[in-house]
């Protein structure tokens, strides 16, 4: 099992920036894929990024295109959602997630593991 622990959310205006953090524990080296995923109310879960195991390989949903930028550090277990120009659409709850396949995915159901989430809001 890989527990994942998100954390760095919280309530900024827009224009703002937020980054953040999610540790995983437990059968890390299982972990390759890990994306960051968010739901607003009464909204659906949303892909918002994901980054290989390497690093090398990023994915972005469109609307978060030249706005965030994911990151990992191996060494420390550590994935990162570096979120600037934020506007009250991005506001959700942010998730993160590893997988343990390492195609990169936007589809939810791909990913094996999930932290508890994260609350951003952004007001106007």
């Known amino acids: 099992q890989v527990q994942l622990v998100e954390s760095g959310g919280g309530l900024v205006q827009a224009g703002g920036s937020l980054r953040l953090s999610c540790a995983a524990s437990g059968r890390t080296f299982s972990m390759n894929t890990m994306g960051w995923f968010r739901q607003a109310p009464g909204k659906e879960r949303e892909f918002v990024a994901a980054?290989?195991?390497?690093?090398?390989?990023?994915s972005y949903a469109d609307s978060v295109k030249g706005r965030f930028t994911i990151s990992r550090d191996n060494a420390l277990n550590t994935v990162y959602l570096q979120m600037n120009s934020l506007t009250p659409e991005d506001t959700a709850v942010y998730y993160c997630?590893?997988?343990?396949?390492?195609?990169?995915?936007?589809?939810?159901?791909?990913?094996?593991?999930w932290g508890q989430g994260t609350q951003v809001t952004v007001s106007s």
């Open positions: 980054i290989s195991w390497s690093g090398v390989s990023t």
């Open positions: 997630a590893a997988d343990t396949d390492w195609r990169i995915s936007g589809r939810s159901g791909e990913y094996d593991y």
